[in-house]
C-alpha cells in the first residue's frame, strides 16, 4: 500500500481548496482537448472523454509527481493516428475503434516491462533534437490529415504522398471554412496574447451556441454525433483485431515516446520546484494508465505539459486534481452528454490545429540553425523521415542518427595547444589567448574527450604535428580523457616509444586515476613505468626539465611547499597505481635491496646512486621515497634469508658472506625451492653427482643441513657455531627478543 496515492501523504487541510479549483479547471480545459486528440487517434471524439477518467484515476494513485497531469494527450494520438494511416484503415471508423484499444494495451504492456527493467537510464541516448525532429513531423502530419475536416471535408491518411493527394480533392465547404478559420485565428491569437486563458472552452462555447442559434447542421456544417450518456463499460480489447507482432512492433515507439517525454517533463517540473520523482514507479503508473485506456476503449494517454501547467498557475499541491478532475469528466459523460452533439467539427479541428501548431518544435529548429548544423540535419531527418515515410521509420532514423552524431562528437572532441602568459600561474589556449605563448622546448596539448579507436588517430596526428625542431617533450593535459580502451592504449604505447626514438617524451598527464587502471589492464603499464604518465602538468615539467625560469615564477611559492615533497611523491604513486601503490613501493623497494646483495660491498654505494638516478625510479616516485622505505626495512629489523641455491648462485654467496650474523637465516621454501635450486644448479654446470653427495636426499631436513653447511664453509665458521646463532636470530625473528639462552644451549 506504501505505493497508493504517494502524494497525498502527509495532506493538509488547505490544500483541499487549491485542488478542488485547479481540478475543475483541468476537467473544463480537457474536454475539448482529449475529444480533439481522440479524433486524431482515429476514434469518435467521446473515446478522449472515457480516456479521461478511468486512466487519470490510475495515474492519480500511483504517480510519485504531485503536479503532472495525465491524459489524452497530442504525442501518442498523433503516433498511433500515424500507424493507422500506415495501416490503411480510415479515420473513425469501426476498425479503427477494434484496433486502437489493442495498441494501447500493448503500449501499456511495453510501459510496464520498463518499470520492471528500470528503462528509464535510457532516456539519455535519445538526443532531444530527435526527439523534437519525430514528434514535429508527427504533429505536421496529423495536422495534414486534419485540414480537410477544418474545410468541410473528411480526415486523410498515410504520408505525405496521399495526404498531399488528398488535400487536393477536398470540396471545400465555405461556412466551414469561415468557422474554423475564425476559431484558430482566435485560439492562435489568444495563445499569443493570453497564453494562460483557457480559449479553448470558449471557443467550444461559442460554436455550440453558434449551433443553437444558427442551425449550422442544416448549413452542411458537421457536428459531433451524439453521445450515449453513461460512464464507458471495461472490457478486454478484441485480439484478433490486431496480430501479435504488428501490435508489439507499433506499439512500442510509441511506449518509448510516452516514456521520454513524461519522464523528461516530470523531472524539469520537479527540479524546478524543488521535489523529487521515482523514475520506475512513474512508468509503472504510465502502464497502469494506458492499461485502463485500453480496457475502455481509447487511445494511449501521455503526461500533458500544457495541462501541468496550468495546474501549477492555479497552484494545486497534490494528485487529488486529477482525481477531482476525473470526477468532472464522469459528472459530464453522465448528465452533460446532450451538450457534445452540439459542437461543430470544424471549431474542434480548429482545437486540434492549435494544440498541434504548439508541439511543433519551431523554436528548437530555429535554436538549432543557429548553434549547431549538425544537429539541425538530425533534426530534419526525424522529421522528414516520419512525415514521409510514417512514424516508425522516423524514429529509427531518428535514433540512428542520434548515435551517429554520439560517434561523431567523440570522434572529434576539443583539442588545443596552450601555453603561459607572463606573470599569470596556469595555461591557456594559444589560439584564445592574444598574450599566451608558448613554452621553449615543449608543447603543451590538451585532448578533451575519452580516448577510443574512433579518435586515437586525430590524438596521434596531434602529438605529431606537436614535434617541431627544438621540441623536446609533448605534454597532454588528459583532465577532459575519462577512459581508455585496447586500440587507444596500444596506439599510446607505439607513439611513446616512436617519440623516444626521436629524442621526445611524451606525457599523459591531469587525468583521473582510472585512466591509470585501465591502461595497466591493457598492457599499456610501460607509460607509468618509465615516468611517461605524471598526475600534474608541473610534475612533468619538472620531470622534463621545463619546470625553470619563467615557468618557475609563476607558480605560486604556497603551491609548490603546501605539500611536502616526499609526500607528493607517495601520493603521485598512489595516483597512479591505486590498491596496489603500496605493494608496487614494496616491490621496488625489494628490488633494490636485492640488487645490493649481489652486489660486492664496495660496489655498493655507487649501484645504489644508480639505481636512484634511473630516470626518477620507474618513473613516479623519486630517490628521497625509496631511500624512505629502504630506511623503513631496516628498522623494521630486517633478515637475509639465504636459500639452498647458495650452493651454485655467486649472489647469494656474496650475500651469505657479507650479512651481519645477527641478520642471518636459512630457507628452504619447501621442498619444491629445493627441486628449483638442483635443476638450475645444473643448467649452471654444476655436475648432478655433486648434488647427489652433498643432498643424497630429498627433504627439507637435508636440504636444511646443506645450506647451513655452504654458509659456513662461506663464512669460515663452525656449523654449531653458526646454528646457534642462526637459531637465535630465529627467535628474535618470531619473538622480538633473546630469551631462553640456555634452551639455545641445549
Known sequence: MRYLFPTGKGYQRKWLGQDVLSGVVIAAVSIPISMGYAQIAGLPAVYGLYGSLLPVILFALLSTSPQFIFGVDAAPAAMIGGVLGGMGIAMGSAEAERVVPVLTFYVGVWLLLFALLRAGRVLRFVSTSVMGGFISGICCTIILMQLPKLMGGTAGTGELPELVRHLAGVQVHPLSLGLGAAALVILLAAKRLRPKFP?????????????????????????LGAVEPGLPALHLPDWSAVSLTEGLGNSLPV????????????????????????????????????????????????????RSSM???YRGKTQAV????????????????GLIRLLPVPVLTAIVISALLGAVEFDMAHRLLRADRKELAIFLAAFLGVLVLGTIYGVVIGVLLSFVDVIRRASQPSRELLG??????????????????????????????????????????DVENCVKPGIRAVIVDASGIVSVDLTSA???VLLYRRLKEQGVRLYLTEHIGQVNDELRRFGAGELIEEGAVRRTLYAALEDCGAAEGEVKQWIPEEMRHAVPELLRQTQELEWAYGEEAQSKLDAMTGQVLQTLEETKPEQREQELEFLLERGRWQGVIDRDAILQHLEEHLDQDCYVSIGPDVVWNPAVQEAARQVPEDRLLIETDGLGAVKWAWEEGEKHGIMESQFHTALPELTVRSSLEQTLREVSRLRGVEMNVLAKAIKRNFRRFVWGDNTGQKEENR
Request: aromatic content about 8%.
Open 255 to 306: 511506449a518509448v515516446v510516452i516514456m521520454a517525454e513524461t519522464l523528461l517533463a516530470e523531472s524539469s517540473f520537479a527540479m524546478r520546484d524543488g521535489y523529487e520523482i521515482r523514475d520506475s514507479q512513474e512508468l509503472l503508473a504510465f502502464a497502469a494508465a494506458n492499461l485502463g485506456a485500453g480496457m475502455v476503449g481509447c487511445c494511449p494517454v501521455n503526461g500533458s505539459v500544457s
Open 420 to 461: 603561459v602568459i607572463s606573470g599569470q600561474p596556469g595555461f591557456y589556449p594559444l589560439g584564445r589567448m592574444s598574450q599566451a605563448h608558448p613554452l621553449e622546448g615543449v608543447a603543451l596539448y590538451r585532448f578533451s574527450g575519452g580516448l577510443f579507436f574512433a579518435n586515437i588517430d586525430r590524438f596521434q596526428k
Open 311 to 313: 495546474n501549477v498557475q
Open 322 to 337: 486529477s482525481l477531482v478532475a476525473a470526477a468532472g469528466m464522469a459528472a459530464v459523460l453522465l448528465w452533460g452528454s
Open 490 to 492: 596500444e596506439r599510446l
Open 199 to 223: 480559449m479553448a472552452i470558449v471557443v467550444m462555447g461559442l460554436g455550440a451556441l453558434a449551433t443553437v442559434l444558427f442551425d449550422l447542421p442544416g448549413h452542411g456544417v458537421a457536428c
